[in-house]
């Protein structure tokens, strides 16, 4: 069989992990991509050796011969590409955060299954390999069933000079980055049924929060509370690193800094380093992100040829962005709000 085809739309500051993630798959050849910039178009089709080049999306579709697309575009372009996609019938990626609103999440995944293609949310943090280790010691049962956890993520690291756009919009923090650490709760503890949330602006140059503390009931009885900051001056910066709290019933485990992750259960405690791999394409501090990219690319690669849906499918991220529509509800009204009434 021959390599599977992909293009990319959007070359801009992320995209360039996505193309490195794609040229790592011995299967996979990005043979398309598309900005509307054409100096963006220029050095990511340079640096990776792409020929075919556009700067329209819908002449991308029209000349067709791929097999998928990658959106890689900010978040006010992800609803007219997906549905694009889906009109060509092109199974897509579509980046996080999923779109604008909860309404428009809902009309990509009506479009993608209408129109029988696969659609997958990129929302890498639960891919992440410190991530992933949590997940597989909660699953071994060593602490036994789970009835708290936290996923904090507090930093003081300047996001703004490579996406400047982050400051400019009113929201900020849990629709950039929240939005990761609410999939890693729900990937932890299941899906949530309530969100109580309190946001915070203490940069005054920028529009929108950049602190919140969310408190979630999991339908299996687990309390969480995820709680997430730019604001936060430490003496280690600790960028990009997530940081878990789990209490069970047989015992606890902790994910900190420099992924330590101290488990301590019947066995007695166990301590290991659970750090990401660093790629020969990353650099520190971003490498445990970059190589959760490949990690994911790695899985929609798999599935699409399996026919199967994607753990992180459009179906599934729905329940992801309804916890960060309820957080930013929660905290304009003061109120808990159900998750089942944005559903
Ligand atoms: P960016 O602004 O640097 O790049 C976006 C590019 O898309 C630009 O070059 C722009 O010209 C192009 N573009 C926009 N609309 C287009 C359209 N309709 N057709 C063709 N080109 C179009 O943004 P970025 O920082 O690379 O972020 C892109 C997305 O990646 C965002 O949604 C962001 O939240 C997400 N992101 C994800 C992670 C992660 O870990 N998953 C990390 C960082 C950013
Ligand atoms: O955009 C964000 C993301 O998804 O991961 C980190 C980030 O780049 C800045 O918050």
Known sequence: ????????????FFAVNQMHGWRDLADVKIVAICD???????IVGDQFAVARRHQSAEDMFAEGGFDFVDIATT???????????????????????????????????AAAEAAGIPLMIHENFRWQTPI??????????????????????????????????????????????????LDIARFLFGDAGRMTARTRRINPDI????????????D???????????????????????????DGSAGTLRLGKDYTLTVHGAAGTARSVVAPALLPWASRPWHNIQESVALIQKHWAERLAEGREPDTSGRD?????ALVEAAYLSAERGETVAIADLL
Not at 317 to 321: I, S
Request: charged letters at 25%; a neutral charge.
């Open 1 to 12: 069989m021959g390599k599977m085809k992909g293009a990319l739309i959007g070359c801009g």
């Open 36 to 42: 509307r910039d054409p100096e963006r178009l220029r």
């Open 75 to 109: 978040v006010g372009s992800h609803r007219a590409l997906v549905e694009l996609a889906a009109r060509h019938a092109v199974p897509a990626i579509c980046q996080k955060p999923f779109a604008p609103t909860l309404a428009d999440a809902k009309a990509m995944v």
């Open 132 to 181: 992933l280790a949590v997940k597989a010691v909660l699953d071994s049962g060593a602490i036994g069933d789970p009835f708290w956890g936290r996923v904090s993520f507090r930093s003081g690291f300047d996001v703004f000079s490579g996406q400047p756009y982050l400051a400019k919009g009113k929201r900020f923090i849990i629709e950039d980055l929240g939005i990761h650490s």
């Open 207 to 218: 529009a929108g929060e950049d602190v919140a503390t969310m408190l979630l009931d999991h």
């Open 220 to 246: 299996n009885g687990v309390t969480s509370i995820v709680d997430v900051s730019y604001a936060t001056r430490l003496p280690e910066e600790p960028f990009p690193e997530t940081f878990v709290e789990i």
């Open 317 to 321: 991220n729905l329940k992801t962005f």
